[in-house]
């Protein structure tokens, strides 16, 4: 069974860049197409945020896309998010998932790793 | 972007009811819906796609329907484990979007 797991820093700086890493179990990276980030600030909705094609094409959130790089790292079975130019407002739970066999639905996810944004 | 809206925000129900939660999107999305399954502290969990195909190993209790903007999760017979909150997701158009989410309570 596939098993996704987030790793970061857990505190940001304001003006700093957040990076995530999401290694990938169980399975090969490139046994599916799509792979997904997606974050869910305390107490609140989700927000999908991109995602990544095994072989390195990305679809982003036009809200983040300024800031926000999604790449991936086959021979490792990894995926990364790294944004820019982080405020209070990027506080959240950051999930990586897999996309579906048909798309769009996120079949598998991780724990959700918290970052917080502060000085 | 498209706006999901899910009602009602907050469920309160008991074990045994049958309930119903809705998604209205702001524009058609065909069948392009998934919804999931959050308990606190955990990531969501995959219970239905495209609109009404439930995702392997969740109980058939759960069922989902609906086309272009409107949809339902139905759970016809609530168990202590479905208390939880519930999204809706469209994923036929960018940037995918989530419903507010559904929070079933225990009444």
């Known amino acids: 069974q596939v098993h996704l797991q987030e790793s970061g820093p857990g505190l940001v700086k304001p003006s700093g860049t957040l990076s995530l890493t999401c290694a990938v179990s169980?399975?090969?990276?490139?046994?599916?197409?799509?792979w997904s980030w997606v974050r869910q600030p305390p107490g609140r909705g989700l927000e999908w945020i991109g995602e990544?094609?095994?072989?390195?094409?990305?679809n982003y959130n036009p809200s983040l896309k300024s800031r926000v790089t999604i790449s991936v790292d086959k021979s490792k079975d990894q995926f990364s998010l790294r944004l820019t130019s982080v405020t209070a407002e990027d506080t959240a739970v950051y999930f990586c998932?897999?996309?579906?066999?048909?798309?769009?639905?996120?079949?598998?996810w991780g724990q959700g790793s918290l970052i917080t944004v502060s000085s | 972007d498209i706006q999901m809206t899910q009602s009602p925000s907050t469920l309160s129900a008991s074990v045994g009811d049958r309930v119903t939660i809705t998604c209205r999107a702001s524009?058609?999305?065909?069948?392009?819906l998934a919804w999931y399954q959050q308990k606190p502290g955990k990531a969501p969990k995959l219970l239905m796609y495209k609109s009404s195909t439930l995702e392997s190993g969740v109980p058939s209790r759960f069922s989902g329907s609906g086309s272009g903007t409107d949809f339902t999760l139905i759970i016809s017979s609530l168990q202590p484990d479905d208390f939880a909150t519930y999204f809706c997701?469209?994923?036929?158009?960018?940037?995918?979007?989530f419903g507010q989410g559904t929070k079933l309570e225990i009444k």
């Open positions: 524009q058609s999305v065909v069948s392009w």
């Open positions: 997701q469209q994923y036929y158009f960018y940037p995918y979007t």
């Open positions: 169980g399975d090969s990276i490139s046994s599916r197409d799509w």
């Open positions: 990544i094609h095994h072989n390195g094409g990305t």
């Open positions: 998932a897999r996309v579906g066999l048909l798309g769009g639905s996120l079949d598998y």
